[in-house]
């Protein structure tokens, strides 16, 4: 089985940081793609950021330039640092990988528990 452990999540005052991380165990065989998504209420599940097995990153264009994405590979993690924040990120925030376990090796999607992000004064 494999599990997705999210953490880092909490209550900052606009314009502070908070660093998400997000961490895979179990028999993995290995992670292609990366990824944050967040969720307001009432609102759609939406990509954040996301990172490619070659490292190459892709962001929503509303964090664009104030979170920066990027992962461990020999740690199975993916991490999320949020700086600048505004009252408008706040929602949860869920990591997402794409990988393949030493049984299978298929590739397929994995969750994590999400983490709740309230930026406010």
């Known amino acids: 089985q494999v599990q997705l452990v999210e953490s880092g999540g909490g209550l900052v005052q606009p314009g502070g940081s908070l660093r998400l991380s997000c961490a895979a165990s179990?028999?993995?065989?290995?992670?292609?793609?990366m990824s944050w998504f967040r969720q307001a209420p009432g609102k759609e599940r939406e990509l954040v950021a996301t990172?490619?097995?070659?490292?190459?990153?892709d962001y929503a264009g509303s964090v664009k330039g104030r979170f920066t994405i990027s992962r461990d590979n020999a740690k199975n993690t993916v991490y999320l640092q949020m700086n600048s924040l505004k009252p408008e990120d706040t929602a949860v925030y869920y990591c997402?990988?794409?990988?393949?376990?030493?049984?299978?090796?298929?590739?397929?999607?994995?969750w994590g528990q999400g983490t709740q992000v309230t930026v406010s004064s």
């Open positions: 997402n990988m794409i990988l393949g376990t030493l049984m299978t090796k298929t590739p397929r999607a994995y």
């Open positions: 179990g028999s993995i065989f290995n992670i292609n793609a």
């Open positions: 990172i490619s097995s070659s490292g190459s990153t």
